[in-house]
Protein backbone atom coordinates (compact mmCIF):
# COMPACT_ATOMS: atom_id res chain seq x y z
CA UNK A 1 0.00 0.00 0.00
CA UNK A 2 1.76 3.78 -0.62
CA UNK A 3 2.46 6.32 1.19
CA UNK A 4 -0.25 8.57 -1.18
CA UNK A 5 -2.87 5.90 -0.47
CA UNK A 6 -2.46 6.08 3.31
CA UNK A 7 -3.08 9.86 3.23
CA UNK A 8 -6.00 9.69 1.09
CA UNK A 9 -7.62 7.20 3.69
CA UNK A 10 -6.61 9.03 6.51
CA UNK A 11 -8.12 12.15 5.00
CA UNK A 12 -11.09 10.05 4.29
CA UNK A 13 -11.51 9.43 7.82
CA UNK A 14 -10.89 12.48 9.18
CA UNK A 15 -13.48 13.74 6.50
CA UNK A 16 -16.25 11.09 8.01
CA UNK A 17 -15.53 12.15 11.63
CA UNK A 18 -15.71 15.63 10.49
CA UNK A 19 -19.55 14.56 8.66
CA UNK A 20 -20.39 12.97 11.96
CA UNK A 21 -19.91 15.71 14.20
CA UNK A 22 -23.09 16.72 15.70
CA UNK A 23 -24.29 20.19 14.57
CA UNK A 24 -21.06 21.17 13.01
CA UNK A 25 -22.56 23.67 10.76
CA UNK A 26 -25.08 25.36 13.46
CA UNK A 27 -21.90 25.83 15.52
CA UNK A 28 -20.13 27.60 12.25
CA UNK A 29 -23.02 29.38 12.20
CA UNK A 30 -23.77 30.91 15.81
CA UNK A 31 -19.99 31.51 16.38
CA UNK A 32 -19.19 33.50 13.47
CA UNK A 33 -22.25 35.73 13.66
CA UNK A 34 -22.73 35.83 17.67
CA UNK A 35 -18.69 35.48 18.87
CA UNK A 36 -17.21 32.65 21.16
CA UNK A 37 -19.33 33.62 24.28
CA UNK A 38 -22.45 32.89 22.82
CA UNK A 39 -21.05 29.76 21.08
CA UNK A 40 -19.38 28.65 24.01
CA UNK A 41 -23.09 27.93 25.46
CA UNK A 42 -23.64 25.86 22.55
CA UNK A 43 -20.89 23.50 23.04
CA UNK A 44 -21.85 23.27 26.82
CA UNK A 45 -25.34 22.21 25.49
CA UNK A 46 -24.12 19.45 23.15
CA UNK A 47 -21.32 18.00 25.96
CA UNK A 48 -24.38 17.52 28.40
CA UNK A 49 -26.97 15.92 25.62
CA UNK A 50 -23.98 12.99 24.89
CA UNK A 51 -23.19 12.65 28.74
CA UNK A 52 -27.17 12.02 28.89
CA UNK A 53 -26.60 9.70 26.07
CA UNK A 54 -23.65 7.18 27.62
CA UNK A 55 -25.80 7.78 30.86
CA UNK A 56 -28.84 6.25 28.92
CA UNK A 57 -26.62 3.44 27.18
CA UNK A 58 -25.07 2.32 30.52
CA UNK A 59 -28.23 2.05 32.55
CA UNK A 60 -30.41 0.95 29.89
CA UNK A 61 -27.92 -2.04 29.00
CA UNK A 62 -26.95 -3.14 32.43
CA UNK A 63 -29.79 -2.36 34.67
CA UNK A 64 -32.77 -2.02 32.77
CA UNK A 65 -32.84 -5.07 29.91
CA UNK A 66 -32.20 -7.35 32.34
CA UNK A 67 -34.89 -6.48 34.82
CA UNK A 68 -37.18 -6.66 31.47
CA UNK A 69 -35.91 -9.66 30.46
CA UNK A 70 -36.60 -11.41 34.31
CA UNK A 71 -40.25 -9.52 34.61
CA UNK A 72 -40.80 -7.51 31.52
CA UNK A 73 -44.67 -6.90 32.63
CA UNK A 74 -44.86 -4.46 35.17
CA UNK A 75 -46.65 -5.34 38.30
CA UNK A 76 -49.03 -2.52 38.57
CA UNK A 77 -52.23 -3.03 40.50
CA UNK A 78 -55.86 -3.37 39.05
CA UNK A 79 -57.12 -0.21 39.94
CA UNK A 80 -54.52 1.68 38.54
CA UNK A 81 -54.64 2.83 35.10
CA UNK A 82 -52.91 5.00 32.62
CA UNK A 83 -54.50 8.62 33.10
CA UNK A 84 -52.38 11.02 31.31
CA UNK A 85 -51.53 12.81 34.15
CA UNK A 86 -48.64 10.50 34.49
CA UNK A 87 -46.71 12.86 32.06
CA UNK A 88 -46.64 15.69 34.62
CA UNK A 89 -46.37 14.15 37.72
CA UNK A 90 -44.33 11.29 36.98
CA UNK A 91 -46.57 9.36 39.78
CA UNK A 92 -49.71 6.88 39.22
CA UNK A 93 -48.76 4.24 36.35
CA UNK A 94 -45.42 5.69 36.06
CA UNK A 95 -44.50 4.35 40.07
CA UNK A 96 -44.74 0.89 39.43
CA UNK A 97 -42.67 0.93 35.70
CA UNK A 98 -38.72 0.40 35.56
CA UNK A 99 -38.42 4.92 35.50
CA UNK A 100 -38.45 4.08 39.10
CA UNK A 101 -35.99 2.14 42.00
CA UNK A 102 -39.04 1.03 43.44
CA UNK A 103 -39.72 -1.08 39.87
CA UNK A 104 -36.82 -3.54 40.72
CA UNK A 105 -35.98 -6.44 42.05
CA UNK A 106 -33.12 -8.39 44.20
CA UNK A 107 -34.04 -11.93 42.34
CA UNK A 108 -32.80 -12.06 39.02
CA UNK A 109 -32.95 -15.20 36.83
CA UNK A 110 -33.71 -16.22 33.78
CA UNK A 111 -33.46 -19.64 32.86
CA UNK A 112 -30.01 -21.07 33.10
CA UNK A 113 -28.43 -17.37 33.23
CA UNK A 114 -27.97 -15.83 36.93
CA UNK A 115 -27.80 -11.95 36.65
CA UNK A 116 -27.24 -10.08 40.44
CA UNK A 117 -29.52 -6.55 39.74
CA UNK A 118 -27.95 -5.81 43.11
CA UNK A 119 -24.41 -5.65 42.09
CA UNK A 120 -25.54 -4.15 38.89
CA UNK A 121 -27.24 -1.42 40.13
CA UNK A 122 -24.92 -0.22 42.62
CA UNK A 123 -21.95 -0.74 40.33
CA UNK A 124 -23.52 0.95 37.16
CA UNK A 125 -24.36 4.10 39.19
CA UNK A 126 -20.72 3.56 41.04
CA UNK A 127 -18.65 4.02 37.88
CA UNK A 128 -21.50 6.12 35.63
CA UNK A 129 -20.86 8.44 38.44
CA UNK A 130 -16.57 7.67 38.24
CA UNK A 131 -16.74 8.51 34.88
CA UNK A 132 -18.43 11.43 34.75
CA UNK A 133 -16.37 12.74 37.60
CA UNK A 134 -13.06 12.01 35.56
CA UNK A 135 -14.46 13.50 32.51
CA UNK A 136 -15.10 17.06 33.76
CA UNK A 137 -12.43 17.24 35.63
CA UNK A 138 -10.38 16.23 32.96
CA UNK A 139 -12.02 18.76 30.71
CA UNK A 140 -11.77 21.36 33.31
CA UNK A 141 -7.87 20.65 33.47
CA UNK A 142 -7.59 20.78 29.79
CA UNK A 143 -9.59 24.21 29.43
CA UNK A 144 -7.40 25.89 32.46
CA UNK A 145 -4.31 24.62 30.67
CA UNK A 146 -5.20 26.13 27.56
CA UNK A 147 -6.87 29.29 28.65
CA UNK A 148 -5.05 30.41 31.30
CA UNK A 149 -1.35 28.45 31.25
CA UNK A 150 -0.43 28.46 28.19
CA UNK A 151 -2.36 31.37 26.29
CA UNK A 152 -0.62 34.26 25.25
CA UNK A 153 -2.37 37.55 26.20
CA UNK A 154 0.52 39.94 24.11
CA UNK A 155 0.60 37.67 20.83
CA UNK A 156 -2.37 36.06 20.35
CA UNK A 157 -4.16 38.87 18.15
CA UNK A 158 -1.27 38.34 15.50
CA UNK A 159 -1.37 35.07 15.77
CA UNK A 160 -4.93 34.89 14.77
CA UNK A 161 -4.58 37.11 12.00
CA UNK A 162 -1.39 35.63 10.45
CA UNK A 163 -1.79 31.79 11.20
CA UNK A 164 -5.07 30.91 11.61
CA UNK A 165 -6.81 31.11 8.16
CA UNK A 166 -7.82 27.56 6.37
CA UNK A 167 -6.16 27.76 2.87
CA UNK A 168 -8.76 24.48 2.20
CA UNK A 169 -11.87 26.54 2.27
CA UNK A 170 -12.93 27.21 -1.02
CA UNK A 171 -17.00 27.37 -0.93
CA UNK A 172 -18.05 30.81 -1.10
CA UNK A 173 -20.31 30.32 2.24
CA UNK A 174 -17.62 28.98 4.13
CA UNK A 175 -15.28 31.65 3.28
CA UNK A 176 -17.70 34.12 4.58
CA UNK A 177 -18.46 32.12 8.01
CA UNK A 178 -14.36 31.86 8.20
CA UNK A 179 -13.67 35.72 8.07
CA UNK A 180 -16.74 36.29 10.08
CA UNK A 181 -15.53 34.19 12.71
CA UNK A 182 -11.82 35.64 12.48
CA UNK A 183 -13.36 39.19 12.70
CA UNK A 184 -15.24 38.73 15.90
CA UNK A 185 -12.08 36.97 17.34
CA UNK A 186 -9.64 39.42 16.84
CA UNK A 187 -12.72 41.98 18.28
CA UNK A 188 -12.77 40.39 21.23
CA UNK A 189 -8.96 39.83 21.81
CA UNK A 190 -8.76 44.07 21.02
CA UNK A 191 -11.77 44.30 23.48
CA UNK A 192 -10.02 42.55 26.26
CA UNK A 193 -7.11 45.22 26.19
CA UNK A 194 -8.72 47.74 26.08
CA UNK A 195 -11.19 47.46 29.49
CA UNK A 196 -8.95 48.83 31.87
CA UNK A 197 -9.65 52.22 31.82
CA UNK A 198 -8.64 53.90 35.30
CA UNK A 199 -11.62 54.99 37.57
CA UNK A 200 -11.21 57.72 40.17
CA UNK A 201 -12.12 57.73 44.01
CA UNK A 202 -15.48 58.75 43.59
CA UNK A 203 -16.33 56.69 40.57
CA UNK A 204 -15.04 53.68 42.75
CA UNK A 205 -16.65 54.36 45.61
CA UNK A 206 -20.07 54.68 43.38
CA UNK A 207 -19.47 51.22 42.03
CA UNK A 208 -18.70 49.56 44.65
CA UNK A 209 -22.27 50.84 46.78
CA UNK A 210 -24.03 49.73 43.62
CA UNK A 211 -22.47 46.19 43.48
CA UNK A 212 -22.87 46.32 47.40
CA UNK A 213 -26.73 47.15 46.59
CA UNK A 214 -27.13 44.93 44.21
CA UNK A 215 -25.44 41.54 45.86
CA UNK A 216 -27.70 42.43 48.71
CA UNK A 217 -30.71 42.15 47.20
CA UNK A 218 -29.95 39.61 45.23
CA UNK A 219 -28.83 37.57 48.17
CA UNK A 220 -32.21 38.27 50.10
CA UNK A 221 -34.02 37.46 47.04
CA UNK A 222 -32.16 33.78 47.29
CA UNK A 223 -33.43 33.58 51.07
CA UNK A 224 -36.73 34.37 50.42
CA UNK A 225 -37.18 32.13 47.68
CA UNK A 226 -35.56 29.10 50.24
CA UNK A 227 -37.79 29.94 52.89
CA UNK A 228 -41.15 29.62 50.67
CA UNK A 229 -39.82 26.37 48.84
CA UNK A 230 -39.32 24.76 52.54
CA UNK A 231 -42.73 25.58 53.73
CA UNK A 232 -44.03 24.42 50.70
CA UNK A 233 -42.52 21.31 50.75
CA UNK A 234 -43.47 20.86 53.99
CA UNK A 235 -47.04 21.29 53.22
CA UNK A 236 -46.29 18.22 50.35
CA UNK A 237 -45.24 16.07 52.76
CA UNK A 238 -48.66 16.64 54.20
CA UNK A 239 -50.31 16.01 51.04
CA UNK A 240 -48.15 12.51 50.67
CA UNK A 241 -49.01 11.37 53.48
CA UNK A 242 -52.85 11.30 52.84
CA UNK A 243 -55.12 8.85 50.89
CA UNK A 244 -53.89 8.88 47.49
CA UNK A 245 -56.50 10.16 44.52
CA UNK A 246 -56.13 12.37 41.29
CA UNK A 247 -56.50 15.31 43.17
CA UNK A 248 -53.77 14.47 45.48
CA UNK A 249 -51.45 13.87 42.64
CA UNK A 250 -51.94 16.93 40.86
CA UNK A 251 -51.36 19.18 44.03
CA UNK A 252 -47.79 17.61 44.46
CA UNK A 253 -47.25 19.79 40.87
CA UNK A 254 -47.00 22.99 43.05
CA UNK A 255 -43.71 22.75 44.44
CA UNK A 256 -41.83 21.99 40.95
CA UNK A 257 -43.92 24.90 39.69
CA UNK A 258 -43.23 27.08 42.38
CA UNK A 259 -39.69 26.23 41.82
CA UNK A 260 -39.34 26.78 37.88
CA UNK A 261 -41.24 29.98 38.19
CA UNK A 262 -38.57 30.99 40.70
CA UNK A 263 -35.93 29.72 38.46
CA UNK A 264 -37.29 31.43 35.68
CA UNK A 265 -38.61 35.38 37.34
CA UNK A 266 -35.87 35.66 39.58
CA UNK A 267 -32.88 35.22 37.34
CA UNK A 268 -34.43 37.25 35.01
CA UNK A 269 -34.79 40.15 37.19
CA UNK A 270 -30.79 39.67 38.05
CA UNK A 271 -29.76 40.01 34.43
CA UNK A 272 -31.61 44.00 35.18
CA UNK A 273 -28.82 44.60 37.30
CA UNK A 274 -26.29 44.76 34.48
CA UNK A 275 -28.26 47.99 33.40
CA UNK A 276 -26.59 49.92 36.66
CA UNK A 277 -23.77 47.60 37.52
CA UNK A 278 -20.73 49.12 35.50
CA UNK A 279 -18.28 46.13 35.59
CA UNK A 280 -15.38 46.99 33.52
CA UNK A 281 -15.22 43.92 31.61
CA UNK A 282 -18.27 41.53 30.11
CA UNK A 283 -16.59 38.25 31.45
CA UNK A 284 -16.92 39.75 35.30
CA UNK A 285 -20.51 40.92 34.29
CA UNK A 286 -21.17 37.01 33.49
CA UNK A 287 -19.16 35.90 36.58
CA UNK A 288 -21.51 37.74 39.49
CA UNK A 289 -24.79 37.22 37.43
CA UNK A 290 -23.66 33.33 37.72
CA UNK A 291 -22.32 33.47 41.21
CA UNK A 292 -25.99 34.67 42.11
CA UNK A 293 -27.72 31.99 40.05
CA UNK A 294 -25.74 29.95 42.07
CA UNK A 295 -26.92 30.61 45.10
CA UNK A 296 -30.47 30.76 43.86
CA UNK A 297 -30.57 27.60 42.51
CA UNK A 298 -28.21 25.40 44.93
CA UNK A 299 -30.22 26.27 48.05
CA UNK A 300 -33.40 25.77 46.37
CA UNK A 301 -31.90 21.89 45.60
CA UNK A 302 -30.64 21.68 49.53
CA UNK A 303 -33.70 22.59 50.71
CA UNK A 304 -35.82 19.64 48.31
CA UNK A 305 -32.92 17.19 49.26
CA UNK A 306 -33.63 17.86 52.86
CA UNK A 307 -37.42 16.99 52.64
CA UNK A 308 -37.17 13.54 49.95
CA UNK A 309 -37.78 10.97 52.86
CA UNK A 310 -40.99 8.45 52.66
CA UNK A 311 -42.31 4.89 52.44
CA UNK A 312 -40.64 3.64 49.52
CA UNK A 313 -38.84 7.06 49.68
CA UNK A 314 -36.82 6.15 46.70
CA UNK A 315 -39.50 6.01 44.28
CA UNK A 316 -41.08 9.28 45.96
CA UNK A 317 -37.75 10.94 45.34
CA UNK A 318 -37.38 9.92 42.00
CA UNK A 319 -41.24 11.15 41.19
CA UNK A 320 -40.21 14.98 42.72
CA UNK A 321 -37.28 14.21 40.70
CA UNK A 322 -39.39 13.67 37.49
CA UNK A 323 -41.45 16.63 38.35
CA UNK A 324 -38.75 19.03 38.32
CA UNK A 325 -37.36 17.74 35.26
CA UNK A 326 -40.56 18.03 33.02
CA UNK A 327 -40.93 21.84 34.45
CA UNK A 328 -37.79 22.63 34.71
CA UNK A 329 -38.14 22.09 30.20
CA UNK A 330 -41.64 23.92 30.50
CA UNK A 331 -40.13 26.97 32.02
CA UNK A 332 -37.30 26.94 29.96
CA UNK A 333 -38.87 27.20 26.93
CA UNK A 334 -41.24 29.97 28.33
CA UNK A 335 -37.73 31.07 29.69
CA UNK A 336 -36.79 32.11 25.65
CA UNK A 337 -40.48 33.23 25.05
CA UNK A 338 -40.22 35.83 28.02
CA UNK A 339 -36.16 36.31 28.28
CA UNK A 340 -35.88 36.75 24.53
CA UNK A 341 -39.01 37.02 22.09
CA UNK A 342 -40.91 39.36 24.25
CA UNK A 343 -37.85 41.56 25.11
CA UNK A 344 -37.70 41.67 21.66
CA UNK A 345 -41.01 43.12 21.16
CA UNK A 346 -40.95 45.10 24.10
CA UNK A 347 -37.84 46.92 22.49
CA UNK A 348 -38.43 47.15 19.55
CA UNK A 349 -42.11 48.21 19.53
CA UNK A 350 -42.68 50.34 23.32
CA UNK A 351 -39.53 50.83 24.64
CA UNK A 352 -36.96 51.68 21.76
CA UNK A 353 -34.39 52.80 24.42
CA UNK A 354 -34.09 49.05 25.34
CA UNK A 355 -33.23 48.23 21.90
CA UNK A 356 -33.07 44.20 20.71
CA UNK A 357 -31.92 42.38 23.75
CA UNK A 358 -28.53 40.26 23.97
CA UNK A 359 -28.49 36.65 24.67
CA UNK A 360 -27.47 35.82 28.32
CA UNK A 361 -25.21 33.34 28.32
CA UNK A 362 -24.56 33.37 32.10
CA UNK A 363 -28.75 32.74 33.20
CA UNK A 364 -28.70 29.91 29.97
CA UNK A 365 -25.64 28.22 31.19
CA UNK A 366 -26.66 28.19 34.55
CA UNK A 367 -29.79 26.62 33.96
CA UNK A 368 -27.94 23.52 31.99
CA UNK A 369 -25.72 23.00 35.06
CA UNK A 370 -29.02 22.91 37.15
CA UNK A 371 -30.76 20.12 34.79
CA UNK A 372 -27.81 17.96 34.66
CA UNK A 373 -27.32 18.49 38.40
CA UNK A 374 -31.38 17.29 38.95
CA UNK A 375 -30.20 14.63 36.53
CA UNK A 376 -27.07 13.30 38.37
CA UNK A 377 -28.98 13.32 41.39
CA UNK A 378 -31.72 11.30 39.74
CA UNK A 379 -29.51 8.59 38.41
CA UNK A 380 -29.97 6.42 41.35
CA UNK A 381 -33.87 7.35 41.98
CA UNK A 382 -34.83 6.96 38.70
CA UNK A 383 -32.26 4.94 36.37
CA UNK A 384 -34.05 6.04 33.16
CA UNK A 385 -34.64 9.80 33.95
CA UNK A 386 -31.47 10.26 31.37
CA UNK A 387 -34.16 9.69 28.27
CA UNK A 388 -36.00 12.80 29.40
CA UNK A 389 -33.00 14.90 29.64
CA UNK A 390 -32.03 13.59 25.98
CA UNK A 391 -35.74 14.74 24.76
CA UNK A 392 -34.80 18.09 26.50
CA UNK A 393 -31.76 19.04 25.34
CA UNK A 394 -32.55 17.97 21.77
CA UNK A 395 -35.44 20.15 21.53
CA UNK A 396 -33.57 22.85 23.78
CA UNK A 397 -31.02 22.98 21.19
CA UNK A 398 -32.74 24.12 18.08
CA UNK A 399 -35.40 25.81 20.71
CA UNK A 400 -32.54 27.97 21.40
CA UNK A 401 -30.80 28.29 18.45
CA UNK A 402 -34.27 29.59 16.57
CA UNK A 403 -34.70 32.07 19.26
CA UNK A 404 -31.21 33.45 19.26
CA UNK A 405 -31.26 34.14 15.61
CA UNK A 406 -34.51 35.76 15.73
CA UNK A 407 -34.56 37.82 18.52
CA UNK A 408 -31.13 38.48 19.83
CA UNK A 409 -28.18 40.64 18.67
CA UNK A 410 -24.98 39.80 18.74
CA UNK A 411 -23.05 41.49 21.99
CA UNK A 412 -21.67 44.66 21.95
CA UNK A 413 -19.52 44.44 24.76
CA UNK A 414 -17.30 41.35 23.27
CA UNK A 415 -14.85 39.80 25.59
CA UNK A 416 -13.02 36.06 24.69
CA UNK A 417 -14.87 32.97 26.01
CA UNK A 418 -11.98 30.95 26.56
CA UNK A 419 -11.50 31.65 30.46
CA UNK A 420 -15.87 31.60 30.76
CA UNK A 421 -15.79 28.46 29.20
CA UNK A 422 -13.53 26.75 32.42
CA UNK A 423 -15.77 28.72 35.17
CA UNK A 424 -18.51 26.99 33.50
CA UNK A 425 -16.73 23.69 33.58
CA UNK A 426 -15.96 24.35 36.98
CA UNK A 427 -19.16 24.79 38.18
CA UNK A 428 -20.50 21.80 36.29
CA UNK A 429 -17.70 19.80 38.83
CA UNK A 430 -18.57 21.98 41.92
CA UNK A 431 -21.08 22.42 43.12
CA UNK A 432 -23.33 20.61 40.88
CA UNK A 433 -21.34 17.16 40.06
CA UNK A 434 -19.77 17.11 43.59
CA UNK A 435 -23.12 18.23 45.42
CA UNK A 436 -24.60 15.40 43.29
CA UNK A 437 -22.07 12.73 43.93
CA UNK A 438 -22.60 13.49 47.85
CA UNK A 439 -26.46 13.09 47.94
CA UNK A 440 -26.04 9.48 45.92
CA UNK A 441 -22.77 8.65 48.23
CA UNK A 442 -24.94 9.73 51.20
CA UNK A 443 -27.91 7.65 50.18
CA UNK A 444 -25.85 4.42 49.52
CA UNK A 445 -23.63 4.06 52.53
CA UNK A 446 -25.83 5.67 55.30
CA UNK A 447 -29.55 5.50 54.78
CA UNK A 448 -31.61 2.35 55.34
CA UNK A 449 -32.94 1.32 51.70
CA UNK A 450 -36.93 0.88 51.44
CA UNK A 451 -38.20 -2.48 53.19
CA UNK A 452 -40.86 -2.71 51.05
CA UNK A 453 -39.92 -2.29 47.65
CA UNK A 454 -36.30 -2.06 45.24
CA UNK A 455 -33.64 -3.90 44.78
CA UNK A 456 -31.84 -3.40 48.04
CA UNK A 457 -35.08 -4.04 50.54
CA UNK A 458 -34.39 -6.20 53.06
CA UNK A 459 -30.48 -4.35 53.60
CA UNK A 460 -28.96 -2.40 56.20
CA UNK A 461 -27.52 0.28 53.58
CA UNK A 462 -27.72 -0.34 49.64
CA UNK A 463 -22.99 -0.53 50.47
CA UNK A 464 -23.94 -3.25 52.07
CA UNK A 465 -24.61 -5.61 48.85
CA UNK A 466 -20.82 -5.60 48.17
CA UNK A 467 -20.45 -6.10 51.79
CA UNK A 468 -22.26 -9.65 51.23
CA UNK A 469 -20.79 -10.26 47.72
CA UNK A 470 -17.31 -9.98 49.40
CA UNK A 471 -18.40 -12.64 52.38
CA UNK A 472 -19.12 -14.93 49.19
CA UNK A 473 -15.94 -14.24 47.29
CA UNK A 474 -13.85 -14.97 50.39
CA UNK A 475 -14.63 -18.79 49.56
CA UNK A 476 -13.61 -18.42 46.39
CA UNK A 477 -9.49 -18.83 46.29
CA UNK A 478 -9.25 -17.24 42.75
CA UNK A 479 -10.81 -13.91 44.00
CA UNK A 480 -8.15 -13.33 47.12
CA UNK A 481 -6.86 -10.42 45.19
CA UNK A 482 -10.35 -9.12 44.88
CA UNK A 483 -10.92 -9.48 48.98
CA UNK A 484 -7.71 -7.61 49.62
CA UNK A 485 -8.07 -4.97 47.54
CA UNK A 486 -11.63 -4.61 49.30
CA UNK A 487 -10.57 -5.06 52.98
CA UNK A 488 -7.11 -2.73 52.21
CA UNK A 489 -8.11 0.11 50.31
CA UNK A 490 -12.13 0.55 49.88
CA UNK A 491 -12.31 0.20 53.47
CA UNK A 492 -8.99 2.41 54.40
CA UNK A 493 -9.89 5.70 55.30
CA UNK A 494 -6.48 6.61 53.90
CA UNK A 495 -7.58 6.12 50.12
CA UNK A 496 -10.49 8.59 50.48
CA UNK A 497 -8.28 10.89 52.04
CA UNK A 498 -5.69 10.61 48.98
CA UNK A 499 -9.05 10.55 46.39
CA UNK A 500 -10.10 14.18 48.09
CA UNK A 501 -6.38 15.57 48.01
CA UNK A 502 -6.22 14.56 44.23
CA UNK A 503 -9.85 15.83 42.98
CA UNK A 504 -9.30 19.04 45.34
Given at each position: MSLQSLRRGASGVAAARQALDLWQGTMKEVGGSFGSSVLSYFLFLKSLLLLNVFSFVINFSFITVPMLAYDHVPHVPPNVTFRGLELLTGAGYFR??????????????????????????????????VLCGAAVLYSMASSFKMNYVLSDPVGGGSWQLLCTWDFSVTNEKAVRQRKNNLRIQLKESMSERSQGTSLTPAEKMRHFGIHLGAWFISTSMAVGCGNAIYYLSQYEQQVIRLDWSPAREAETLLVPFVVSLINLVVPLFYSLFNKFELY????????????????????????????WVNECWESMVGQALYRLVVFDFFFMMLGSFFGEFLSKVIGTRWIPGLGVPEFDVARNVLDLIYAQTLAWIGIYFSPLLPVLQIFKFLVLFYLKKVSLIQNCQPPRRVGRAAQMKTIFIALLFFPSFVGSLSLVAYTSW???????????????????????????????????????VYANVVRSEIFYFLVTIIIL
Open positions: YTVLYYGAYRADSSTGLVHYNIQLAYFFTIAAYMSSQRRQIYALIIRNVILKMSILGILCYFSLTPSRFCGPFKGLDSTFSVVVVWMNSLEKVPAAAWAVW
